[in-house]
């Protein structure tokens, strides 16, 4: 197995690790190279003494270092794997610290599945019971309280919830955070940035902004009191809205999607002092989206997962609510496509009809992706400016002003394209494009205007 350059640099945890790792590359700068398997190992002169050891395993992909880097994979794993891209190491028997971390990763990987395979523990029902009730009682405090804030909000207008220091919106997350509410305050939290944020092409005006933030969380407010009334797929996607986990029991339990499952793009963002990575997947059998999410402190490593580019052949488990979207990732195999495509593209008139039947279903919903096929870019009319928009002849929709936005119109010339990105009913911005039977997606994380070519 071996991984191309472009999906080698989707792993980089940020844009210094890309061109650190970049400089690694040389394959005269490792001593001891080899390759077994989907294991390769080498080892290179750094500023220590000794030499790092540096070895990973592909088919993770996952990787160690002797060097003192805390980000993972460290520009040393991604130079080795870059060496190898360029041209196979040669192949040998690895040396006993290769063989040792390959093997401790075998004998983990058997502990899971044994684990996996084990009964579950019997639960304690009355005290899960009491836990439920006490958490139920917090969450309603807290939505009592952000009834009343809210109310006082409006009351005062827009113009005075403007003029709000920062401290004013947290108190609100804080509290809410103390009602076990974490879904809201990461809404409330959200609420300045939207009022403070400067006009750009294929987003709404700052006011307009934080009033459907506040009208948003307002529906969810209604949502959470009418829990009763609503579908249990409905509760559930207001619960998880609101912040409630999903049992690992009921997780387990939910039943798995087969497909083969495209990977569209990688996205990374900071939340709180965490890492939160999102795969987005298409299936190309049943044509249904899906979000993977996975949390990790900033810099340590994160799950391996498949790379933008590939195809998953296995299985999904998708979290209860409607409309379903996030998912765990279950049995399956990630190798690389041919050709790309975006399976399940539509028109744009298709495609803003199932916007609005996700926001028919969940009219919180901050942002829901969208899959275009055969549509073109263009500029928007002379009096909006330098905006530009994708379209087709069954609509149009502007385009979210970003440094990658000027590669996607050079890439694309012109030309039809497939588009793959995050709509918000007013802008779309764009992760991944098929051009002339080519992936190409926004590196994740990295601010520069460059695109990767993952297939």
């Known amino acids: 197995m071996t991984l191309t350059v472009e999906q080698i640099l989707e792993l980089a945890p940020d844009a210094p690790s890309r061109k650190a790792g970049q400089g690694q590359a040389k394959a005269a700068s490792w001593s001891g190279p080899g390759r077994d398997g989907t294991l390769i190992w080498g080892e290179i002169k750094g500023s220590g003494a000794a030499p790092y050891r540096t070895v990973c395993d592909?088919?993770?992909?996952?990787?160690?270092?002797?060097?003192?880097?805390?980000?993972?994979?460290?520009k040393h794993a991604l130079g080795l794997m870059l060496v190898n891209a360029a041209a196979p190491l040669p192949a040998g028997e690895p040396p006993d610290w290769a063989a040792a971390w390959g093997k401790g990763r075998e004998t983990r990987a058997a502990r899971a599945e044994t684990r996996a395979a084990e009964p579950p523990k019997p639960v304690d029902e009355r005290a899960q019971a009491?836990?439920?009730?006490?958490?139920?009682?917090?969450?309603?405090?807290?939505?009592?309280?952000?009834?009343?804030?809210?109310?006082?909000?409006?009351?005062?207008?827009?113009?005075?919830?403007?003029?709000?220091?920062?401290?004013?919106?947290?108190?609100?997350?804080?509290?809410?955070?103390?009602?076990?509410?974490p879904g809201l305050a990461r809404r409330v939290r959200a609420l300045p940035g939207l009022a403070a944020a400067a006009p750009a092409a294929g987003a709404p005006r700052p006011e307009a902004a934080l009033a459907l933030g506040i009208g948003r969380l307002g529906l969810l407010l209604r949502a959470a009191r009418r829990l009763d009334a609503l579908s249990?797929?409905?509760?559930?996607?207001?619960?998880?809205?609101?912040?409630?986990?999903?049992?690992?029991?009921?997780?387990?339990?939910?039943?798995?999607r087969a497909d083969d499952w495209a990977v569209l793009a990688q996205t990374l963002e900071e939340e709180g002092g965490l890492t939160a990575r999102t795969v987005w997947l298409a299936g190309r059998r049943g044509g249904a989206v899906a979000q993977v999410i996975d949390f990790g402190a900033a810099g340590s490593p994160l799950p391996p997962a498949p790379l933008p580019g590939q195809d998953f052949t296995g299985a999904l488990g998708f979290y209860?609510?409607?409309?379903?979207?996030?998912?765990v990732f279950r049995e399956g195999r990630a190798a690389p496509s041919s050709p790309a495509s975006l399976p399940g593209g539509t028109g744009v008139a298709a495609a803003l009809e199932g916007f609005a039947e996700a926001l028919a279903r969940a009219p919180w919903t901050e942002r829901w992706p969208l899959r275009l096929a055969g549509v073109r870019f263009g500029r928007l009319a002379a009096d909006e400016g330098t905006a530009y928009g994708v379209g087709d002849a069954t609509g149009c929709l502007s385009l979210r002003a970003g440094p990658q936005l000027p590669a996607l119109l050079t890439v694309s010339a012109g030309r039809p394209v497939d588009l793959f990105g995050l709509y918000d009913g007013t802008g779309l911005v764009p992760l991944a494009m098929v051009a002339e039977g080519h992936l190409y997606t926004l590196p994740a994380g990295d601010p520069r205007p460059i695109l990767a070519r993952a297939a």
């Open 58 to 74: 592909l088919a993770g992909p996952a990787s160690k270092c002797t060097c003192p880097s805390r980000k993972f994979p460290c």
């Open 130 to 181: 009491r836990r439920q009730q006490a958490r139920a009682a917090r969450v309603s405090d807290a939505l009592d309280e952000l009834d009343l804030w809210l109310r006082d909000l409006m009351r005062r207008g827009l113009a005075a919830a403007r003029s709000e220091p920062y401290a004013f919106w947290d108190r609100m997350a804080g509290r809410l955070v103390d009602g076990q509410a």
């Open 232 to 256: 249990p797929e409905a509760a559930a996607g207001v619960r998880a809205a609101i912040g409630y986990p999903v049992a690992a029991e009921e997780l387990a339990a939910r039943p798995d």
């Open 320 to 327: 209860p609510g409607e409309p379903a979207l996030r998912a």
